[in-house]
């Protein structure tokens, strides 16, 4: 036995050093915990986990429960001093002698390798094999980390925290998750024959799985039961009545909650994508949030959510082939933006069949069509800033026009308007109807860079950094379209007030929103707080409001658009639904009708709108119950389509509620100042 002693000798000496580091990090790192999500009243929306663990205390895991895993695993746990020198020397000599090693392992020394595997190790493959090698030295290294544990905690302690860690198959980890997903119990009010098939569980998760091989756990927890009355903590008259019980686990198990947003309600899910990837520009990132136990209330308001859900699905049905509706609130105000719903007839999940999808809609610039002719508030914003012209000034609106084109390879760019207008049109007048010809000349007048800048104060922050296909722009593709972002893409095309390009729907109700308050931009927040698994605050770093333009343009712009609804391009929806109050809006549709939008708001409601094709054939949308894709001659517009899920969903939601003023235009920005 001499030479197993020294060479054991000598590998300790080896691992010593490495061993209060290791002991560092068990100390540092937390288990991993399920983070809540709520809506602002505090209710659970969603849960957000990469191991599904509900952490118990000593005094709630059920005497049951650790009678049968000292049972079978360490009878000796609470006489033992954290290793069984007996069985890590009989290790040590069959490693000499060319045997295989044996196990010995004490709960505390697992407690050890189950914290390395499952917590500090668990995003490094290679580290994790190491924690699992069968040698002397890992068994050395987890011996010394166990008398130091040993030394420092109590033994109720240990097995607790050994307990809380431990896996139970798949996603499931420690008791209190494993007691829910398995029973749907508490790990306080375990029975012997469920305690015992779980703790039967923890030496092979897959090999003992009570679902994938019933048999086999059946004859694991039978062996724990004898294993318990051998111990003397279950008397030999009950464990033939425990044996006889069956399983007993829940049917379809384990059941867990979805540990994803795509788990979220119907109403909840894109707001749930939206705010999760809010915190991830903020600074966490998508493990922290899946690991750190926190609670994130964001400031989903479900009444509006459910309401406005409700809207779009009576609009366009969930399942509807090729057409999708979306809808987001934002509440203004010149401190802050808050998200109150972001909503689709589509749901956020991976069956299309079910009319889900795992791209936000919502929040991404995922209309790749565009909102139409409800991008003329930004040339319009842009003229009345600059001073080319003022709410009530005319402007020249043929039937058509071919504008100069500067550095294009076309001479011109032709545009046509949709009916017969009146020429010169006002301004006001021209936001109502929405005539092509008298916005692409203005926008010509005041210049690309000043109506690109403008849609960005306003709130086309995201957007415009997306090409003009609304993804990444990719520097390596020939193809203009794909190699740079909107923002210069758009520099020499006048097309861009007319809506045809890739656009977020909750930018352009952030963009309402900015004009509802004053002209200050804020980030469209969905975030109210963030606490941690101790329930200490978290901060959440922001962008800051600006003052994008003066207060004067904002109210000058709000009541230019205050008259889409009452003898604009929405009017007619609006009567139709018995709408009358006062309001901002501008409808948008494109050429094909493959995208309509409503842009607007009313009170303390910034809202978008949007219809627009989404499968892999797009074609134009048609009116009708149901909305649908077809070729019917003239299709949707904005003010047929997207507006009445806007007039549904409001007067729902302000039933009761007063009227809330438009603002009165300032004079300064009535007419032209150069």
Not at 553 to 567: F, H, P, R, W
Request: aromatic residues 6%.
């Amino acid at each position: 036995m001499a030479p197993a002693a020294i060479g054991a000798g000598l590998l300790s000496n080896q691992v010593s050093d490495s061993v209060d580091a290791i002991s560092a990090q068990l100390a540092a790192a937390e288990p991993p915990l399920t983070t809540t999500v709520t809506d602002r009243d505090g209710t659970p929306i969603a849960t957000l986990y990469a191991q599904y663990r509900l952490p118990v205390t000593a005094a709630g895991i059920a005497t049951t429960m650790k009678a049968a895993i000292i049972a079978v695993e360490d009878r000796r746990f609470y006489t033992e001093g954290g290793v069984d020198l007996q069985g890590m020397l009989r290790a040590a000599v069959n490693d000499s002698t060319g045997g295989a090693l044996q196990g010995a392992s004490t709960i505390t020394q697992q407690y050890v390798k189950n914290y390395l595997v499952n917590v500090v190790d668990r995003n490094d493959p290679a580290a994790q094999q190491a924690d699992r090698e069968d040698s002397v030295a890992r068994k050395l290294r987890e011996a010394k980390m166990a008398v130091q544990l040993n030394d420092t905690m109590s033994k109720d302690d240990i097995l607790a925290d050994y307990l809380n860690v431990v896996e139970f198959s798949g996603t499931v980890y420690g008791v209190g998750a494993a007691a829910k997903a398995y029973f749907g119990t508490t790990a306080d009010k375990l029975t012997v024959p469920q305690a015992a098939l779980l703790a039967g569980m923890v030496n092979n998760p897959s090999v003992y799985n009570p679902y994938t091989h019933p048999g086999r756990a059946l004859q694991r927890r039978n062996l724990v039961i004898d294993d318990m009355v051998t111990n003397g903590s279950l008397p030999a008259s009950y464990a033939a009545t425990a044996k006889a019980a069956p399983l007993g686990v829940l049917p379809d198990g384990p059941v867990t909650p979805p540990g994803t947003c795509m788990g979220a309600a119907p109403d909840a899910g894109f707001f749930c994508a939206y705010a999760e990837s809010y915190l991830v520009r903020a600074g966490f990132t998508a493990d922290r949030l899946a690991t750190g136990g926190y609670t994130i209330k964001t400031t989903l308001d479900p009444r509006v959510s459910q309401v406005t859900k409700d809207a779009v699905d009576a609009n366009v049905p969930t399942t509807q082939d090729g057409v999708a509706n979306t809808f987001a609130v934002v509440q203004p105000g010149p401190t802050g933006h808050q998200v109150l719903a972001m909503v689709a007839n589509r749901n956020y999940g991976t069956d299309p069949a079910r009319g889900e999808t795992s791209t936000d809609i919502v929040a991404g610039a995922s209309n790749e069509f565009g909102a139409g002719s409800s991008f003329k508030i930004f040339t319009s914003a842009a003229a009345l800033v600059t001073g080319k012209a003022g709410l009530e000034t005319p402007l020249p609106n043929p039937d058509s026009q071919c504008f100069p084109v500067p550095d294009a390879h076309a001479s011109c760019y032709t545009v046509h308007n949709d009916g017969h207008y009146a020429d010169p049109i006002t301004l006001a007048d021209g936001l109502a109807t929405s005539p092509n010809v008298a916005f692409v000349g203005l926008e010509s007048q005041v210049g690309m860079p000043a109506v690109l800048d403008m849609a960005y104060k306003l709130g086309l922050r995201n957007t415009l950094a997306t090409n003009d296909a609304g993804g990444t722009p990719d520097p390596k593709s020939p193809n203009p379209q794909y190699n740079q972002p909107q923002s210069q893409y758009f520099r020499n095309l006048l097309s861009f007030t007319l809506g045809n390009s890739p656009v977020s729907p909750l930018e352009m109700a952030n963009v309402s929103a900015t004009l509802m308050s004053g002209g200050v931009w804020c980030p469209p927040n969905p975030i109210l707080s963030v606490t941690d698994r101790n329930g200490n605050a978290v901060p959440v770093p922001q962008q800051a409001c600006e003052q994008v333009i003066p207060a004067g343009v904002a109210n000058t712009l709000e009541a230019g658009l205050s008259k889409d609804t009452t003898s604009g391009t929405s009017a007619e929806a609006a009567r139709a639904a018995g709408w009358n109050r006062p309001d901002i809006g501008k409808t948008g549709t494109t050429q094909q009708s493959e995208s309509v939008a409503f842009v607007g708001g009313v009170n303390d409601y910034a809202v978008s709108s949007m219809v627009f094709a989404d499968g892999p054939h797009p074609r134009e949308i048609c009116p009708g119950t149901p909305v649908h894709l077809g070729d019917c001659g003239h299709g949707a517009f904005g003010g047929t389509v997207a507006a009445p899920p806007y007039f549904h969903a409001m007067s729902e939601l302000l039933a009761g509620v007063p009227d809330k003023p438009i603002p009165a235009p300032d004079p300064a920005y009535l007419t032209a100042r150069g």
